[in-house]
T-cell receptor, first 113, second 112 residues
Framework: DAGVTQSPTHLIKTRGQHVTLRCSPI?????VSWYQQVLGQGPQFIFQ???????GRGNFPDRFSARQFPNYSSELNVNALLLGDSALYLC????????????FGPGTRLTVL | AQSVTQLGSHVSVSEGALVLLRCNYS??????LFWYVQYPNQGLQLLLK??????LVKGINGFEAEFKKSETSFHLTKPSAHMSDAAEYFC??????????FGAGTRLTVKP
């Protein structure tokens, strides 16, 4: 079975632009979470969605938004990009929420110039 | 609130030597603890998880971790390091916001 897939692999944007990152969960998984990993640090939680509803939100500004589609895939949108948004964005899927294990995709490397 | 602290940002061992990566947790409820590994330019791969079923947890690639409540620890070990074990290792705890809370990571270097 395919694991979590993310697109694109790499992305270069300039300050002020917006970006959309995409994630497809493992087949049968209904929950998707997004994390930001700045170079040299551990991942930081941004959002979790389950059955198209937001179930958790981390400490990120309103420039960050996400949604989940009926097929359980998800998009992460970031507006008004800042240099500090440069990071690896990781998507994780799980069967349910709560205590369920999260499985991570390969990530999207975003560079903001 | 749940959190983890990884002791040592960089650990270096010789091939064949014991690997010990340290993680301490803080949680007001019984924790769900995880170890993930990240190879360069890749995502996170689950090594093992503790969900209160057994205090000694065996994972993939010969790794194991022991949950010690008295010490609030969940250290990762492997009896004999291989060159292929060189990577970044992250300890994580399930948060009460449906999130995973990660430590800062420990970079493992394996010397030939």
């Amino acid at each position: 079975d395919a694991g979590v897939t993310q697109s694109p692999t790499h992305l270069i944007k300039t300050r002020g632009q917006h970006v959309t990152l995409r994630c497809s969960p493992i087949s049968g998984h209904k929950s998707v979470s997004w994390y930001q990993q700045v170079l040299g640090q551990g991942p930081q939680f941004i959002f979790q969605y389950y059955e198209k509803e937001e179930r958790g939100r981390g400490n990120f500004p309103d420039r960050f938004s996400a949604r989940q589609f009926p097929n359980y895939s998800s998009e992460l949108n970031v507006n008004a990009l800042l240099l500090g948004d440069s990071a690896l964005y990781l998507c994780a899927s799980s069967l349910l929420v709560g205590t369920d294990t999260q499985y991570f995709g390969p990530g999207t490397r975003l560079t903001v110039l | 609130a749940q959190s983890v602290t990884q002791l040592g940002s960089h650990v270096s061992v010789s091939e064949g030597a014991l690997v010990l990566l340290r993680c301490n947790y803080s949680s007001s409820v019984p924790p769900y603890l995880f170890w993930y590994v990240q190879y360069p330019n890749q995502g996170l791969q689950l090594l093992l998880k503790y969900t209160s079923a057994a205090t000694l947890v065996k994972g993939i690639n010969g790794f194991e971790a022991e949950f010690k409540k008295s010490e609030t620890s969940f250290h990762l070990t492997k009896p004999s390091a291989h060159m292929s074990d060189a990577a970044e290792y992250f300890c994580a705890v399930r948060g009460d916001n449906n999130d995973m809370r990660f430590g800062a990571g420990t970079r493992l270097t394996v010397k030939p």
